[in-house]
Nanobody
Framework: QPQLVESGGGLVQAGGSLRLSCLAS????????MGWFRQAPGKEREGVAC????????NYADSVKGRFTISRDNTKNTVYLQMNSLKSEDTAIYYC??????????????????WGQGTQVTVSQ
């Protein structure tokens, strides 16, 4: 059973930066693509960024291209999301998850047990 623990969220002013981390356990981390997803109040969950199992392929939502960078350290079972130039519209709960298809940014499994608890990111004007 995968376990994913996100951290690094917080309150930041517009234009600021945050770095999210996701520590994974319970599965062979370097076998799976990973991704970051977010859900804002009243909106559906959306894909933000994904990275292949080896880290050599990434994909980003258009809304974050050029501002966010996803990376992973397979020696530490951790995936990161560096977020720069944050905007108020980036405010959401951010989740990491196993990914089935990096290009499509499709999660491996939508069931709640395959997701972390999320970390809140709030960007103030």
């Amino acid at each position: 059973q995968p376990q994913l623990v996100e951290s690094g969220g917080g309150l930041v002013q517009a234009g600021g930066s945050l770095r999210l981390s996701c520590l994974a356990s319970g599965f062979t981390f370097d076998y799976y693509a990973m991704g970051w997803f977010r859900q804002a109040p009243g909106k559906e969950r959306e894909g933000v960024a994904c990275v292949s199992s080896s880290g050599d392929m990434t994909n980003y939502a258009d809304s974050v291209k050029g501002r966010f960078t996803i990376s992973r350290d397979n020696t530490k079972n951790t995936v990161y999301l560096q977020m720069n130039s944050l905007k108020s519209e980036d405010t959401a709960i951010y989740y990491c998850a196993l990914v089935l298809d990096v290009a499509a940014m499709s999660p491996f499994d939508a069931r709640s047990e395959y997701w972390g608890q999320g970390t809140q990111v709030t960007v103030s004007q």
